[in-house]
């Protein structure tokens, strides 16, 4: 057996190893990237709604519908 | 505000300063995780030897060991800046402890489940209800419900003074975590690893362990200083700062 194929067979644990590294980089990778995408949501919502509020101050009051954000 | 805090401490608790402290340090964080990480998992994983009774199996604590320090180490951070955010209402706190809490919950999970993964081939059971496992499960309840607690409310200051205080009565449950595996009988080994005393380890296995515990460390730094940046944006939404940012992100 190969120097490689032993590592990966990790002395007959593969099957328990293998998996606790995978939970490990899988739910700190999830971790990590739930907070980037909650900063995008939050300023795009953020820049709709300026541009909402830029476009009454504008003097856009014929319609009473909202604007659609320009993003 | 008492005057015997120090004028920075003032400082840095505004959020658009911190913002800035949190965006300035967060790479580097981030770097110094992924580094001490590499260097941790080469050890730990092809430089170290196999256990004389456990074999490779033994390789598991290079994550579990470190993912359970955290697991405390992250409640007892929540359960101070709940404290400060109590007494003071300091807003930095609040979200200091707050969004502590998903990485904690995080930890926690991972050190249950790799313990679990550990325990099956080591002990022949993937649970078993002693001091030790059944600890950790609580901390991970608790993680849970100050979320949940902290998501219930309407008002988000009302929310987090709510699950401030349940972060606070957690708190016991750390020390019994640590210690139970003195005060019961448990499957659980006792601990090798001793900062203040000798080290019941071998080098070769304890100097990827104590890397491993660096990397997890500043992880936690880079993923508390995202999430606190982007709590204060949310929180902060309607104030000129915030919209400068939001501006410079625009083409994004």
């Known amino acids: 057996m190969s120097a490689v194929q032993s590592f990966f067979a990790m002395g007959g644990y593969a099957s328990y190893v293998w998996p606790a590294y995978a939970v490990f980089f899988i739910v700190l990778i999830a971790d990590s990237i739930a907070p980037r995408l909650r900063r995008r949501r939050e300023l795009r919502e ?15 009051t014929g319609s009473s519908f909202p604007t659609p954000p320009t993003t | 505000m008492s005057n015997w805090i120090p004028l920075w401490l003032h400082k840095l608790s505004s959020p658009p300063t911190f913002y800035r402290f949190a965006g300035a340090l967060r790479p580097w964080a981030l770097a110094l995780a992924v580094v ?40 007892a951070v929540m359960g101070v800046s709940a404290f400060v955010a109590l007494v003071w209402r300091i807003k930095l706190a609040e979200v200091v402890a707050m969004q502590s809490a998903p990485i904690g919950a995080a ?14 081939p080591m ?23 100050v979320i949940g607690l902290y998501q219930a409310f309407e008002d988000r200051r009302q929310g987090a003074r709510a699950a401030s ?35 019941k380890m071998s080098w070769d296995m304890l100097w990827p362990l104590l890397a491993m515990t660096l990397a997890t460390k500043f992880y936690y730094a880079a993923s508390l200083f995202l999430r606190a940046q982007t709590d204060l944006l949310s929180m902060e939404s309607g104030k000129d700062w915030v919209r400068k940012i939001a501006a410079s992100e625009s083409d994004r």
């Open chain 2, 36 to 75: 001490f990480g590499a260097i941790g998992l080469y050890g730990g994983l092809v430089l170290a030897p196999a256990d004389y009774q456990q074999g490779d199996a033994y390789r598991i604590i290079f994550i579990h060991v470190p993912s359970a320090w955290m697991s405390m180490f992250i409640y």
């Open chain 2, 123 to 145: 002990w022949g059971t993937w649970w078993t209800w002693d001091a030790r496992l059944t600890s950790e499960l609580v901390l991970l309840f608790l993680y849970l419900g």
């Open chain 2, 107 to 120: 930890f926690t999970f991972i050190t249950l489940v790799t313990g679990s993964l550990w325990g099956k």
């Open chain 1, 46 to 60: 953020l820049r709709a709604r300026l541009a909402r509020q830029s476009a009454r101050a504008a003097g856009n």
């Open chain 2, 165 to 199: 205080f349940l972060a606070i009565i957690g708190i016991i449950n750390v020390p019994i975590v640590h210690f139970s595996v003195n005060w019961w009988n448990t499957l659980h080994q006792g601990s090798t690893v001793n900062i203040f005393g000798h080290s």
